[in-house]
């Protein structure tokens, strides 16, 4: 089995009231945690109906990311047809089952529960969260220890950051071993 690491951004946080805009996969092989294969969709969104009700800081961030133009120019206009794509996706790159990874699965998770739930139920009910690991340093160097970059906040480049952060971890890990 492979395992997924899943990234989604929204319009805000809160999986009942806030739209999903957008979801990256990147599955990494196991052992070997190289990347395989990556999707990225949007959703069709015209924002300017929903300009009053989005947090201004979102709207500016998607804005500068590009996501609101992907959004508006996207295919998929039905929620039923991308969770029929993403869980293909999945099922060809041998992930049912896998763990939900990234950087705040639990999140994600819940987007997912309510938009995409054939996708959803596609995964462990386990989350493999990267930031614990953030939390691990902080409390074994006893220092709050900064994230190298900012979050993109385009869902493939999230889970690719999630993906090096592993790396980084374990390679850290790997020289405390050592010592």
């Not at 990234?7 to 996969?25: A, F, N």
């Not at 508006?72 to 992930?95: G, I, R, T, V």
């Amino acid at each position: 089995m492979n395992l997924a690491f899943v990234d989604v951004e929204t319009t805000g946080l809160d999986p009942v009231t806030d739209r999903l805009l957008e979801v990256g996969i990147v599955i990494v092989s196991l052992p070997e945690f190289r990347i395989l294969e990556e999707a990225e969709v949007q959703m069709r969104f015209d924002r300017s109906r929903y300009m009053g009700y989005i947090h201004p800081k979102v709207v500016d961030m998607h804005i500068e990311n590009g996501l609101w133009d992907a959004c508006e120019a996207s295919p998929y206009d039905d929620l039923q047809k991308m969770d029929a794509d993403l869980c293909s996706f999945l099922l060809a790159n041998n992930c049912q089952g896998s763990q939900l990874a990234g950087a705040n699965p639990s999140f994600d998770r819940g987007f997912l529960r309510k938009s995409l739930p054939q996708t959803e139920k596609l995964f462990h009910y386990r989350n493999f969260d990267v930031n614990s690991f953030w939390l691990l340093r902080e409390f074994i160097e006893g220092r709050d220890s900064a994230r190298s970059k900012a979050a993109a906040h385009r869902a493939v480049a999230d889970c690719k950051q999630a993906i090096q952060t592993v790396e980084e971890f374990w390679t850290w890990f790997n020289g405390l071993a050592k010592s």
